[in-house]
């Protein structure tokens, strides 16, 4: 069954860092999302991209953050200066079409960021 | 906006034991419904889901229905298992939406 992948699996930086988090969504899907969970706390979405731009964003998703996909099979998320409180882990998510199946979402498995 | 009102954790149960855990949301649109469920160390994982009024979600003896009166979405089981515990998350996406989540309920099931 296809399923959405998501490296590293891990991540330590100091803070002030750029980082960069991968996903790869399942490949005929045409939505991406990213969402975050910081420990011990509700997961939070933080924007959804279609057609190589961004479709919408929550507050959080703020100067610091953006997204690409540089090529047919990859979607980014990059946060620029990493701040203490950017430590949680990232979630990317994929889906083939918003009114299809009750707008299921599939999730990666997640990327635990640690901001030192 | 968008909200997901989840009941409190942690919950405890024993095996064979049933389970509620409620979920109220509040939503401009039409929303679909969903339950994720979290197994320690993973990622989330869509467990049922519902897309319009009266709509029965199941999956894996588990159970949720769409109810616009009461704008609920209740999850039940009849007899949980131990490998059940979990942290479950209701949540409503309205026409390909980002996804609001509730809080999540920690469920543990004791042999």
């Known amino acids: 069954e296809p399923e959405v992948t998501q490296t590293p699996s891990h991540q330590v930086t100091q803070m002030g860092q750029e980082v960069i988090l991968r996903c790869v969504p399942i490949?005929?899907?045409?939505?991406f999302y990213w969402y975050r969970q910081i420990l011990g706390q509700k997961v939070e979405f933080l924007v959804s991209?279609?057609?190589?731009?961004?479709?919408?964003k929550s507050e959080i998703f703020d100067d610091q953050f953006s997204v690409e996909r540089p090529d047919g099979s990859n979607f980014t998320l990059k946060i620029r200066s990493t701040k203490l409180e950017d430590s949680a882990m990232y979630f990317c998510a994929s889906i083939d079409s918003p009114l299809s199946r009750g707008n299921e979402q599939f999730f990666g498995p997640g990327t635990r960021l640690t901001v030192l | 906006g968008n909200s997901v009102t989840q009941m409190e954790g942690p919950v405890t149960l024993s095996e064979e034991a049933f389970l509620t855990i409620n979920c109220t949301y509040t939503?401009?649109?039409?929303?679909?419904l969903f339950w994720y469920v979290q197994y320690p160390g993973e990622g989330l994982q869509l467990l049922l889901k519902a897309t319009k009024a009266d709509d029965k979600g199941s999956n894996k003896g588990f159970e949720a229905t769409y109810r616009k009166e009461t704008t609920s979405f209740h999850l039940e089981k009849g007899s949980v298992q131990v490998s059940d515990s979990a942290v479950y998350f209701c949540?409503?996406?309205?026409?390909?939406?980002?996804?609001?989540f509730g809080k999540g309920t920690l469920l543990t099931v004791n042999p």
């Open positions: 991209f279609y057609n190589n731009e961004i479709s919408e």
């Open positions: 939503a401009t649109g039409y929303p679909s």
């Open positions: 949540a409503l996406s309205d026409q390909g939406s980002g996804l609001t």
């Open positions: 490949s005929n899907h045409l939505y």
